[in-house]
């Protein structure tokens, strides 16, 4: 089992940084993928950014060229350094890993987990 715990939202002016932190603790063999999400009030979730295990990054294109993720495998731990933000980034961002359970074999199934959110918010 996965835990998930992020932290770094807040209320930003327009314009600021943020950075969000999660970290995976818990049993499991591996921490594989990890990304970013986010849920704006009366929207669907979106991806942000994702990262695989070896450093391969992916992004939305709203949030290129602004926003970072990074990782650190040994503590598995997840970043996203947040600059030039706008009001319309404002939402709850959520957390996902994916991971093989503690039990695992080469048939083992990859499982994902999210965290609980933070709430990201950007005034004008």
């Known amino acids: 089992q996965v835990q998930l715990v992020e932290s770094g939202g807040g209320l930003v002016q327009a314009g600021g940084s943020l950075r969000l932190s999660c970290a995976a603790s818990?049993?499991?063999?591996?921490?594989?993928?990890m990304g970013w999400y986010r849920q704006a009030p009366g929207k669907q979730r979106e991806l942000v950014a994702g990262i695989t295990r070896g450093g391969s990054t992916n992004y939305a294109d709203s949030v290129k060229g602004r926003f970072t993720i990074s990782r650190d495998n040994a503590k598995n731990t997840v970043f996203l350094q947040m600059n030039s933000l706008k009001p319309e980034d404002t939402a709850v961002y959520y957390c996902?890993?994916?991971?093989?359970?503690?039990?695992?074999?080469?048939?083992?199934?990859?499982?994902?987990?999210w965290g609980q959110g933070t709430q990201v918010t950007v005034s004008s």
């Open positions: 818990g049993s499991f063999f591996s921490i594989n993928a």
């Open positions: 996902n890993a994916r991971y093989y359970p503690s039990d695992y074999d080469p048939y083992s199934h990859e499982y994902d987990y």
